[in-house]
């Protein structure tokens, strides 16, 4: 994984995700920054529901952002003509956690795969079966599997299935929605891998999504920690690894396991306690305070913001502020 990166492949900025319930308006996602270049994986974490998910969805506008713009390869995907929404899907494709729910089970993995290539006119005839026949190798599969129906696979072949799927239409962009969360923790590593390698070999960009640091680490050449709809952490992996700043990212990361049997052992997990507050009301102060214990008395009065406090390392604490 290169350190540096330019030329980002998606940007996206002010990203709002605001539903209205009866019980008023859940800001699912309320003001989410971040760019993305080529060939970069950048870890999107945080607990189940703070917003990783629905911020993809933003992104490729399966739901429609409440404000905000996204922009892939240049082009504002945000208030795209219909036309050129659909024609812009083909860049950035998802993979979702659940491999089994999002292949059809009626159909051959070869009308699967062949799907979208013939949907968004990449090949004809003959050569749409030599395509699926490629990728299935590509993702690891024996090519005869073109036959064979989805319920005939393991859950790790299955996934490998929609990456193949996924990658039939040369995306530049893959937004990975919990890639492996479904997967035994032994084929785990092995779909992981298979992510680094597609991405050396066709130079694809990557929205990591998960809840568990542990399954990141790996990948993600930067990480994103996502807390009630707002980053509240943003740093290249290693570094934020090393040197968390946000007590939020602090707690996430003490549950995650270290290989060296030693420091295991003297691995102390930060429990968090408090509630979490509803993401319908107006919070006042920072919206972690409830749970942070660090929190002191500005904390309940003004909500902190992102602040680069070194390079490339951003996170909204008062506790780093002078
Ligand atoms: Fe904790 Fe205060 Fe920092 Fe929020 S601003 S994370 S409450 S110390």
Redesign the pocket.
């Known amino acids: 994984m290169s350190p540096s990166f330019q030329n980002p492949v998606l940007e996206v900025r002010g990203l709002k995700m605001h539903f209205r319930t009866p019980k008023g308006v859940v800001k699912a996602v309320d003001g989410v920054d971040f760019t993305i270049a080529a060939g970069e994986t950048l870890g999107l974490v945080g607990e189940s529901g703070c917003g990783k998910s629905t911020t993809a969805r933003g992104i490729t506008r399966l739901i429609t952002p409440t404000a905000g713009t996204v922009i892939l390869e240049g082009r504002e995907v945000t208030g795209m003509s219909t036309a050129d929404l659909r024609a812009t899907r083909q860049r950035m494709q998802m993979v979702f956690q659940d491999p089994y729910a999002s292949l059809d089970p009626r159909m051959t993995v070869l009308d699967i795969i062949a799907e979208p290539i013939r949907n968004f006119r990449i090949a004809r005839g003959q050569e749409v079966r030599e395509r699926v026949r490629n990728l299935l190798q590509t993702v690891g599969l024996d090519a005869d599997f073109e036959k064979r129906y989805p319920h005939e696979f393991s859950g790790g072949q299955r996934q490998r299935i929609g990456v193949a799927r996924a990658l039939a239409v040369e995306p530049i962009l893959l937004l990975a929605d919990e890639p492996v969360s479904a997967l035994d923790v032994s084929i785990q590593a092995q779909v992981v891998n298979l992510f680094e390698d597609l991405q050396e070999q066709f130079g694809l960009a990557y929205l990591f999504i998960s809840h568990d640091l542990s399954v990141v680490r790996h990948v993600s050449d930067r990480i994103a920690v996502m807390y009630l709809g707002r980053i509240?952490e943003i740093a290249p992996a290693q570094r934020l690894y090393a040197e968390p700043l946000?007590?939020?990212t602090e707690a996430l990361l003490s549950a995650v396991p270290i290989p060296d049997p030693v420091i295991e052992t003297k691995r102390k997990r930060i429990m968090l306690s408090g509630d979490v507050p509803s993401p319908v009301d107006e919070i006042q102060?920072?919206?972690?305070?409830t749970r942070?214990a660090?929190?002191?008395e500005?904390?309940e009065v003004e909500a902190?913001v992102l602040k680069e406090y070194r390079p490339g390392h951003s996170a909204?604490?008062?506790?780093h502020e002078d």
Do not use: T
Request: hydrophobic share 25%; aromatic share 16%.
């Open positions: 509240v946000h007590p939020y102060g920072c919206p972690f305070r942070c660090q929190a002191f500005r904390c902190p909204s604490c008062h506790l």
